[in-house]
């Protein structure tokens, strides 16, 4: 069950709706990115999986970098950069709904689309976490469903002699292959994210020492087989100019394949996905806001709940409104780079308090990864982070907004807790 999750978390937009991105950086060699970005991801999961043995308490990287630095304010930047990239990954779904996967129903402009899907995401999530699971749970199954499609219409080309595989091994590009390589592992490198997000599901596990690592390990190692399988098959099925110009790559390798499969049929699916997407996010983002403003970090106004649904309606307010700016003002590709970067910051602390944590004896069970992997997971996220892959400026120009904002927070509540203390102090030298 747990593996599950993990996989459900993992699987999403991201293989639905940049494929088309990463083929126009690498060509047929869609595969080696998400080759790439696996390895990387496989390295910081396993930090992941060492921290959660020894902390076995859903809070994630906020709670290993607070154990490993002991800073409030690097714990808070932590946690809301955390919170940042689930809103900045529902704004990239939002727009990839509005993408030609849509367009196989009903045309409109895609930042109408965006609005109006994220406004019903936040109707869902006000409505309670029960609805919002059940729904994620019946969107998990369709759109793995989807994917083992491509991976069927992929295996049935290569039975038949259809596709051209050879076209898998070329590298098309005008810059050197390692920086195209880069470049097109950072958009695939979004494709893996939520592996993260399973060190929550910690207080849930019977045997969390034992039994996360492995469901971990074993989702993302499906997730990633999956992801090869889907690459190889769009390289083989259709020319990577004609998916690099598309907003719907696996839709193009249905209408290639010779599988009778209604394209409508497939962009629904799709479209579910890219939905379940923002959904996870939402609900994500909207509950770590209450969590902080619940424990002090921001204004307590964020912690107020619904009576009787029991959501957090400012919170909800909060990441909804958010997640608009970012849709009306960013596009997909873009969107997607903003939260790669943002959570490689994140990785980047995790690995780093995984080394510093080496100090804490491991409770008995626990898993150790080798040395060598935080080590080199710090490296890989450090060096994916840079300008090096040619990320654009508005990229970190938008990362910088957020991470501003979740300055702002911080200082008011700073403000807040000061002016408190000296009422408190106040009113106590008044009745002395």
Not at 81 to 87: D, E, P, W
Not at 207 to 226: H, T, V, Y
Not at 257 to 268: C, H, I, M, Q, T
Not at 333 to 362: C, K, M, Q, W
Request: with cysteine.
């Amino acid at each position: 069950m747990l593996m599950f999750l993990v996989l459900g978390d993992v699987l999403g937009s991201g293989i639905y709706a940049l494929t088309g991105q990463i083929a126009a950086d690498v060509g047929g060699m869609i595969w080696a990115p998400f080759l790439i970005a696996f390895a990387l991801a496989f390295l910081t999961g396993s930090s992941y999986a060492e921290l959660v043995g020894k902390f076995p308490r859903a809070a994630g990287a906020a709670l290993y970098a607070d154990q490993a630095f002991r800073r409030p304010p690097l714990t808070f930047m932590v946690g809301f950069t955390v919170l940042a990239a689930g809103v900045t990954s529902t704004a990239t779904a939002a727009r990839a709904i509005g993408g030609k996967y849509l367009t196989e129903f009903v045309t409109a402009p895609a930042v109408s689309v965006a609005v109006v899907f994220i406004l019903l995401t936040a109707v869902l999530n006000a409505r309670g976490i029960e609805e919002s699971a059940r729904v994620n749970l019946v969107l998990t199954v369709i759109e793995l469903a989807g994917l083992l499609l491509i991976v069927g219409i992929g295996a049935y080309a290569l039975v038949t002699g259809t596709g051209e595989p050879r076209r898998a091994f070329e590298l098309r590009t005008d810059e050197p292959a390692p920086l195209a390589l880069l470049a097109g592992t950072t958009l695939a490198f979004y494709a893996l994210l939520g592996f993260e997000n399973s060190v929550n599901l910690v207080e849930e596990a019977r045997r969390p020492r034992r039994d996360l690592p492995r469901a971990l390990f074993g989702g993302m190692s499906i997730a990633g087989l999956i992801y090869l399988f889907v690459a190889f098959t769009c390289a083989t099925l259709v020319d990577p100019d004609v998916l690099a110009g598309s907003s719907a790559p696996l839709l193009e390798v249905v209408k290639a394949s010779d599988v009778p499969v209604p394209p409508k049929l497939f962009a629904a699916v799709a479209l579910v996905a890219v939905a379940n997407t923002a959904l996870i996010n939402m609900v994500m983002a909207s509950r770590l806001v209450y969590g902080m403003a619940a424990q002090g970090a921001i204004p307590a106004v964020f912690a107020r709940v619904l009576p009787g649904r029991r959501t957090p309606p400012v919170a909800i307010a909060l990441v909804t409104a958010l997640a608009l700016a970012l849709a009306c003002t960013g596009q997909l590709a873009g969107l997607a780079d903003t939260t790669v970067l943002l959570l490689l910051l994140v990785f980047l602390i995790v690995n780093v308090s995984a080394l510093v944590l080496r100090r804490e004896p491991a409770p008995p069970g626990a898993y150790r990864a080798p040395t060598w992997a935080p080590a080199l997971g710090a490296l890989s996220c450090a060096t994916l982070a840079t300008p090096l892959v040619h990320r654009e400026g508005t990229v970190y120009l938008r990362a910088l907004g957020l991470l501003t904002i979740a300055a702002v927070l911080l200082a008011a509540q700073k403000a807040v807790s000061s002016r408190t203390t000296r009422g408190q102090r106040g009113g106590r030298t008044t009745a002395v």
